[in-house]
């Protein structure tokens, strides 16, 4: 599975960024768990949330719930993460990745494939 990541940039605090990741190749299907992972300066790649290929579970942080969404275009291939109520505390490097299977996954370890990061930062 190749990911492409896209969409971040400077915002100020309170507003509103929406991030996308466009899934391709021949083990990419509906069988497929995605996810969204930010890494601040000088700290641990984190979970942000992840959603199932088919539909049918999505999962984010208690960090990010009730201010981001993730969703999905079935039709283009690509995932969506709508970032509300941004704080400087958002600011990180947001990579997607993916995994085979319909799994709870939120660590690090437990996917597979990876894109490049892109950079969000939140202004205070």
């Known amino acids: 599975v190749q990911l492409q990541a896209s969409g971040g940039g400077l915002v100020q605090a309170g507003g509103s960024l929406r991030l996308s990741c466009t899934a391709s190749?021949?083990?990419?299907?509906?069988?497929?768990?995605l996810g969204w992972f930010r890494q601040a300066p000088g700290k641990e790649r984190e979970f942000v949330a992840y959603?199932?290929?088919?539909?049918?579970?999505?999962y984010y942080a208690d960090s990010v719930k009730g201010r981001f969404t993730i969703s999905r275009d079935n039709a283009k291939s690509t995932m969506f993460l709508q970032m509300n109520s941004l704080n400087p505390e958002d600011t990180a490097v947001y990579s997607c990745?993916?995994?085979?299977?319909?799994?709870?996954?939120?660590?690090?370890?437990?996917?597979?494939?990876w894109g490049q990061g892109t950079l969000v930062t939140v202004s205070s």
């Open positions: 190749g021949r083990a990419f299907g509906s069988y497929t768990t």
């Open positions: 990745a993916a995994r085979p299977g319909l799994l709870v996954v939120t660590t690090v370890n437990e996917y597979v494939y």
């Open positions: 959603i199932w290929w088919n539909g049918g579970d999505t």
